[in-house]
């Protein structure tokens, strides 16, 4: 039997006010918590928030009818704690990138000079696949922690439990392909004209495979190596179109040609946030609105199911994690790269 709506109110108010007082505390010592730990900490918040304004909901519909000017009063203390606890979150999730961000860049460049190595031996091989070590379609802890000690390199077991709960966003417990291969990818952005992109690395180089644009996004393969003359290459792949070859990082001189970089694209249109690529069979995390970035996560997609590119990345405005869509079908631009 349902409550009467009078005890249903009553009942978020508690719950509200709790809240409350959790996020009067958090943000007391955010600041000296460790940003993994603030993070989660406004996720759960944040989740107590989303359940209160069902509970409200179903407040208003429940019988007995409720007072329209008490539930407006709490819908504005829900949505105020909101802000404030997306805002707390996004500083905690800034911060936990940028702590782990070059542990990240590290252990990726470790797995790719071990999978270099592995291409070099076998025409077949699949990062996930070997880390998968049970078969099951996911990867453990356990198990990216021996993947990752197999690579060259020394971490230690606290920054590999650390990287894999970066890594482990919607706290599964355990790592899908997407997530884990975020361990091998490093993007890197053209920042000069007529950079060569060649088939060799070396004085001699090879062939030319193009020119690079200014600006364009390669993904790394292999590097960086610095050579005797104090040139850094390193093996990429262009984004745009699958060219790979070496290209110049940085000269003799120190001057850069292409340097590592986050990428980020910006909301040109309000899109929806979702769960999953599938942009039919997924869930709505939130509305994206003009001018947010997303911090690229995962590249650019085709769904299977609607053709549309898709990509997956993470909103600076509050860290929330999802898949959007860059291009509708009807040809309205939803993201473009900054």
């Known amino acids: 039997m349902t409550a009467p709506s009078g005890q249903q109110l009553a009942k978020v108010t508690s719950s509200i006010d709790m809240l409350e007082q959790q996020l009067r505390s958090l943000a007391d010592i955010a600041g000296s918590l460790e940003p993994s730990e603030a993070k989660e900490s406004t996720r759960e918040v944040l989740h107590g928030l989303c359940a209160l304004e069902r509970d409200l909901e179903a407040a208003k519909e429940g019988p007995g009818g409720a007072d329209p000017d008490h539930c407006q009063k709490l819908q504005k ?19 936990h990138a940028q702590a782990m961000e070059p542990v990240r ?18 025409d077949q091989f699949d990062a996930f696949a070997l ?60 920042s000069r004209p ?27 393969l292999e590097g960086p190596i610095k050579e005797i003359n ?48 599938s942009a039919k069979a997924c869930t709505s995390i939130r509305q994206l609105k003009e001018g947010e970035l997303l911090e690229v996560l995962v590249w650019e997609r085709t769904d299977p199911t609607t053709g549309l590119r898709r990509l997956k990345g993470r909103a600076l405005r509050d860290g929330a ?13 939803f993201l473009t790269m900054v």
Not at 208 to 216: A, C, F, G, Q, Y
Request: one cysteine or more; charged letters at 30%.
């Open 77 to 95: 203390r829900i949505v105020d704690a909101t802000t404030k606890a997306s805002r707390l979150r996004a500083t905690a999730s800034n911060k």
């Open 105 to 122: 860049i590290e252990v990726a460049q470790a797995v790719l000079a071990r999978l270099s190595k592995k291409r070099k031996e076998e």
């Open 131 to 190: 880390a998968d070590q049970d078969k099951d379609g996911f990867v453990s802890r356990g198990e990216f922690q021996n993947f990752v000690n197999d690579c060259p390199g020394n971490f230690s077991r606290d920054q590999l439990n650390k990287l894999f709960d970066y890594l482990d966003d919607s706290r599964m417990g355990s790592l899908e392909r997407d997530d884990f291969m975020r361990c091998a990818i490093v993007f890197y952005r053209v």
């Open 194 to 220: 007529n950079v060569d992109l060649v088939q060799t690395m070396g004085v001699a180089q090879g062939k030319l495979v193009r020119k690079l644009d200014v600006n364009e996004i390669l993904e790394l």
């Open 230 to 277: 104090k040139v850094v290459r390193v093996k990429c792949r262009a984004m745009k179109d699958g060219a790979v070859g070496w290209a110049t990082a940085t000269g003799s001189n120190g001057v850069v040609f292409v340097e590592q970089k986050r990428v980020h694209f910006q909301v040109k249109s309000s899109t929806t946030l979702t769960d999953v690529l």
């Open 321 to 333: 994690v999802g898949w959007a869509t860059i291009e509708g079908n009807k040809g309205t631009t």
